[in-house]
Structure formats: C-alpha cells, structure tokens
C-alpha cells in the first residue's frame, strides 16, 4: 500500500475494533465534518487509541489534488499556496491526480523546522536563490495530523499547532523566507491521562474528546483477541474479510458528507445548546458552535434533514466534558443525568418548560478515593488506631490553598540542556526550541543555521569566484557555517517531603500542610514540573508517588494521606536524597528542589542512635550534593524547640514557619530558592 510514493503497512480496520462506540464515533464525526476541530482520546495504555485514529484514514475517499503538489492543494481551490506556481507554472492550468488522505505523525520530539517548513538549503546552495521546503503542516493539508501523547508535546509545537488549526493556513517568516500554505487537517491526538494533563488552551481547542476504557466484558475481550491475531497472521485476509463493512461505512460517510449541507437545525434547537451550555457555566462559545456543528452531523450521519433533541444531546457529550473542568485538581463539573435533565426541562423556542430541579450544594470536598467523597466539614478526620498503638490516624482534608504566582526562575548560565516545561529558561541542548542566534559550527556542525552560514559566506563570493571555476552561484566554505542556538523552557523537579506523623495532626497543623503543598502544586501544573511525594510516619518511609509528569496523581495521594505515628525524619531526608540522587543520575540537566513540611521533631533513627542527630547527618549528606531545599517548619505551641530550622540550616536551604505566612507566601520562598540556589548545582558527593 502506498501514500505518495511511501510504503506503507496494512492498518487494522475502524470497522474491526470490539466496543469503544464513542471512539469510533467521534472520528467519524470528524471525517465527515473536519470543521468540528478535531477529537482528543484520552485513555490508559492499551485501549486502542493509535490503532482507532490510523484506521480512519482508509474510511476517507480519495481527493482531487494538484499533481506533484506537496501542499495539497484542490485544483478548484481558491485559497492556494504560494508555491503554486512553482510547482505548475505561471498561468498554467494545474494539472489534477486522485490521492490517498494522508495520515502524519507529528513525533514528540519534532523540531520548529520539521513541523512548520524551512530554507531549502540544496536549492539555495545550487541556484543562490532562496525557497520554502514544506514541513508536516504542508504534508497533513487535507489530511489527517496525528499527535500520540498530545499532553507531553513541547510548548513551543503547541503554540504553532493552535495558531495553525485556527486558522488553516501555516504562515512561515523566518530565516529570510516569507512563505504561506493552507494547513487544513483534522486534528488527532491521543494520551494516557496517567502521564500528566493538557494546558486549558489547547484542550479547549479539541472539538471533541472521548474517554476510552479497557474492555471489562470477557466476551469482548475474547473477540478481540481473536481479531488481532487473525490480522497479525494474515493481514491481506483480514482486509479482505472487513472490506464489506469497510466500504459500507466509507459509503455512509460519502453520503452524510452530502446531506451535511441540507440538514436544518431550528431555533429551538439553538436555544437548548445555549441553554445546556449556561447550565454547564461553559467559558466562551466554542463549545456553542462545536455541538451545532456536531448535532448537524451526527443528523447527517444518522440519515435526518433535521436536527432533533437526541443530535443536541449526544453532540453535548461529546463536546463537554474535557470543557467543564473549572481548575486544574477539580474533576470535570459534568454528569450525564444533569445534561438529561436540562434537554427535557427545555421547551419550545429555548424556554423551560417547568421549575429547575433544586439546585445541588456546591460540592466542597474532594475525592477521597474511588466512590468516597470527603465529608464537608469533617469534624477531625476519619480515625483509626495509629501504627505505634498511642496517636490515631487522621485523614484531614486540605486547607486554603491561596493562590501561586508565575515562577520565572532562570538557571544563572547559559550551559546548554535539554528538557520540556514552561519554568527555567534554558538554551536547548537539542534541535527544539526557539531559533534565537547562532554561533560557530565547530568539528561537527548540527541543526545549521543556513540564513546565517549565507550571511557569513556572503561577502567572501567575488574572490572565491576569481579563485576557483566551480561553477556553483554560491560557495560555502566549512569556516563559514554556523549552528542554530536554540531556546527553550525546561521543568523542575518538586519532591515533597512531608511529615504524616501523629504531631502534625495536633490543631489541625496537617489541614494547613496540605493546603500550602496543594499551592505549589498547582504552579507545578501550570509549569509542567515533575513532582514526586515521600511521607513518613511510624517507623519509616514510604514513596507515594515516584517522579511524575501528573501533578494530580500527587493531588489524589496527598488528599487521602493519613496522620498518625511517630516521626522518623531521618528515613524520609535519606528517600529523598536517594530519589533525586536516582533522577539525577538519569539526567544531568535535572533542575531539583526538595521541600521538606515538618515541624523537626525527629523520633526514630533507623538502627539507633540519636533521631535528631542522624537527621542532621541526612540533611547535610543532601546539601553536599548541591541539592535546593526549603522547609516549611509546621512546628506551633509556646513551648519551640526550633529542630526544624536546624534542619534547614544543615540543608541549606531556606526556612519559612507556616503560621506566619500564606500559601502564597510558601510559593514565592520555593521561588526564590531556585533563583539562589540552582547557582551551585548537585554535582559533588
């Protein structure tokens, strides 16, 4: 099988798949309608994602392009590229060719220049005169641009993606070209929610989003199976098997696509989506015009000249839920029954029909663990008895959490590194980033910048040329190339270390913790910082979660985290010493802070000796490796043995008492400490 002179695999077909309607609903949507924007599948490993958005292209039918074209372009088109007449010829009737829809795959680790397009250097070095090489965004035009693991896409591709998908048409100025396409494509992507979120731009952007589960039933399971190893084994058979139902879908989709432009939605109908959006509090319109766009389609797919209430509805939960999410640790505000609810309240012309159900009471808790809610106001935590046998356990929910400024904490050189986040400004060690300079090759030159290689060789061409009789318009000699230096943001590493033991329970100091903890989580989030959790209590420590890109997993573990036990300090300090030491090891770029929450009162030590010295002993163990560190000392009472500023003065690190100060306040210390700290890196010990 071949797609513009590729080899291609065979795919396994849409029709194919066991269960995951919604999945397979949402592209089929989008083939016919690619004016939906696109559909996001969130989902765990091994739910068929990837193999569900690569089979739609084969559902698509062929398209009438401009022959040798790389932008795609429609013969009949208005709207063409500039390369146009490059490619047929100044005033040339472009000459048409039946194509395959294309699917592409934009890499997580794509550079600018593969996405967006760049200098043609062979023909600049040839013909000394400059011309656009199309990127990925030429490529996916008509098309289908697929992104695996959309959450983990560097910032700086998201924001030339969204520009891009808005307006359909990819504008390049750079590197001395001045060039536009049209971009048109349906938009694709999948990603594990385990492996952190999306920024609320770009999941706004997605037209539609599914949520797709492993198949629970045993007889799917079982039919599944069984398709997957027949198309392995023989994949021409299996085809050939599916063609049938493969056709019949491709000729559905043809004639919805048809019946797509006749099809009526009335005003009623348009007075129900506003009314389903007001009822969701939905920011914007885009949520609006994404269930018009999707009812009328969904009516088209299902046969109907008419948008009926059951289109509006299906197109709400599509459109949604990935909408309704109000901040970053909350779940999605959205429940199939409320949206019920609203469709059969609503009469005609837009109005209700009777008095709203009572409002529900705002929900002030969080979870607390699948199917629990927390109590509202729980009068001390759910209790049971402590491991040491004295303190019971409580489960505390989260104070106030206040509010986290923007963190710009820069590394105070300019050593190159390489890494993804929106935190530390860093020049990239790799091809990604931002083009914002450039320097000598060296021996061995990568990601040359060419408009700089042109401009250094510029003024030696007339003696070169009485020189030598080559033959070239331009000679390039090894003395004048230059490399891109490339810009980029990178994220840090917050390891929290907190004290869960029966001390930090007293007075509610533990509801306090986790309201401070919960505000630098969330500037981790809007930073895209790793984070990990360790607690410790009773007789030792435990780590909660490893190193993560999703900040809400350590929301999840740090809401339902017990107080209660005895305090061996000493054996979270040396977790936390071993884990970073870990991650260190694995990437010597890391940017790492550790932010202790205890009030020092050290109990235990592991194999004797005194808990406090051996605290003391850790925490200087940490400070030898150059490790940033602050400690929110949660120590109260009028009786203050001040072991948790000791502590801090081992680390080095900054020390900050949590009654005197906000949440807010704990952010800007953590800031701060990043700005003092990062000088002096990690590398001895």
Same mark, same amino acid.
């Given at each position: ?8 695999p065979?795919?396994?077909?849409l ?6 309607e ?22 765990g490993?091994?739910?068929a ?14 398209i ?26 100044s ?10 829809? *294309? ?35 030429a ?8 992104v ?37 494509f ?57 063609r ?6 491709r000729?559905?989709? $043809? #004639? ?19 009314a ?25 797919? *299902? ?6 209430? #059951? ?23 959205f ?12 009469g ?17 808790g ?15 935590g759910?209790?049971?008895e ?24 820069d ?28 320097g000598?090759a ?19 061409q ?96 740090l ?18 010493? $071993? ?41 200087r ?32 690190? *900054? ?10 306040r704990?952010? #800007? ?8 700290? #990062? ?7």
């Amino acid at each position: 099988m071949k797609d513009d002179g590729r080899i291609q695999p065979p795919q396994f077909p849409l029709t194919a798949l066991v269960g995951q309607e919604k999945m397979k609903l949402g592209l089929l949507l989008n083939a016919i309608n690619p004016r939906i924007g696109g559909v996001l599948i969130r989902g765990g490993k091994g739910t068929a994602k990837s193999t569900a958005a690569r089979g739609l292209a084969d559902l698509l039918p062929e398209i009438d392009a401009v022959a040798g074209c790389s932008f795609a372009c429609a013969p009949s088109a208005n709207l063409l590229c500039d390369g146009r007449e490059l490619l047929c010829g100044s005033g040339n009737p472009p000459c048409a060719e039946r194509r395959r829809v *294309r699917v592409v795959d934009l890499p997580i680790g794509a550079t600018e220049d593969r996405l967006l397009g760049s200098l043609d250097v062979e023909h600049a070095i040839r013909e000394g005169r400059r011309r656009f090489e199309p990127g990925l965004l030429a490529r996916a035009d008509r098309g289908i641009l697929y992104v695996d693991e959309v959450n983990l896409l560097g910032d700086h591709l998201v924001d030339v993606l969204l520009d891009v998908a808005t307006s359909g048409v990819n504008r390049v100025e750079r590197e001395g070209v001045s060039f536009a396409h049209p971009a048109r494509f349906i938009l694709v992507g999948t990603m594990n929610p385990e492996e952190g979120d999306l920024r609320p731009q770009l999941l706004d952007r997605f037209g539609l989003a599914v949520e797709v589960e492993s198949l629970r039933d045993p007889a799917q399971r079982i039919e599944a199976v069984r398709r997957r190893i027949a198309f392995e084994a023989d994949p021409e058979a299996f085809l050939e098997a599916w063609r049938a139902a493969q056709d019949a879908e491709r000729a559905r989709i $043809e #004639q919805a696509r048809k019946r797509l432009p006749e099809v009526c939605l009335d005003d009623r109908m348009l007075g129900l989506i506003a009314a389903i959006c007001a009822e969701f509090e939905v920011d914007g319109l885009r949520a609006d015009l994404v269930i018009y766009k999707t009812a009328q389609t969904l009516a088209a797919y *299902r046969g109907y000249g008419r948008v009926g209430e #059951q289109e509006v509805r299906d197109a709400a939960a599509l459109a949604l839920p990935h909408r309704c999410r109000r901040g970053p640790f909350e779940k999605p505000d959205f429940d199939d029954r409320r949206l019920d609810e609203v469709v059969s309240r609503q009469g005609p012309g837009g109005e209700k029909k009777g008095p709203a159900p009572p409002e529900r009471p705002p929900d002030t808790g969080g979870e607390d663990g699948p199917g629990r809610k927390e109590d509202s106001n729980p009068p001390s935590g759910s209790e049971r008895e402590g491991n040491d046998g004295h303190a019971p356990e409580q489960v505390v929910p989260p104070g106030p959490t206040g509010w986290a400024p923007p963190l710009a904490s820069d590394p105070p050189d300019r050593r190159p590194r390489k890494g993804e986040g929106r935190r530390s400004r860093v020049v990239s060690q790799d091809h990604r980033g931002h083009y914002v300079g450039s320097g000598p090759a060296g021996q061995r030159p990568r990601d040359v910048a060419f408009d700089a290689t042109l401009r250094a060789a510029a003024p030696f061409q007339k003696a070169r040329q009485r020189e030598g009789a080559s033959g070239l318009a331009l000679q390039v000699r090894p003395e004048d190339l230059q490399v891109k230096v490339r810009e980029t943001r990178a994220g840090n590493l917050i390891l929290f270390l907190v004290d869960a033991s029966g001390s930090m329970g007293a007075r509610q100091r533990m509801s306090a913790v986790k309201g401070a903890v919960l505000a630098l989580l969330l500037d981790a989030y809007q930073r895209r910082d790793r984070v990990g959790l360790i607690a410790f209590r009773g007789s030792d420590a435990s780590l909660l979660l490893p190193p993560t890109n999703s900040v809400e997993m350590a929301e999840r573990h740090l809401r339902v985290l017990p107080t209660g036990g005895r305090t061996p300090l000493t054996s979270g300090l040396q977790m936390a010493h $071993e884990a970073l030491a870990r991650e260190i090891n694995r990437d010597r770029d890391l940017l790492p802070l550790l932010v202790l929450v205890s009030d020092g009162r050290a109990n235990v030590a592991p194999e004797g000796g005194d808990p406090v010295e051996t605290a003391l002993a850790a925490a200087r163990a940490i400070r030898s490796r150059g490790i940033p560190a602050v400690v929110v000392d949660a120590e109260e009472g009028h009786l203050r043995l001040g072991l948790a500023r000791e502590i801090s003065n081992a680390l080095g690190g *900054r020390y900050i008492r949590l009654k005197e100060v906000a949440a807010e306040r704990v952010s #800007q210390a953590v800031r701060q400490s990043f700005l003092d700290d #990062q000088g002096s890196r990690y590398r001895g010990g």
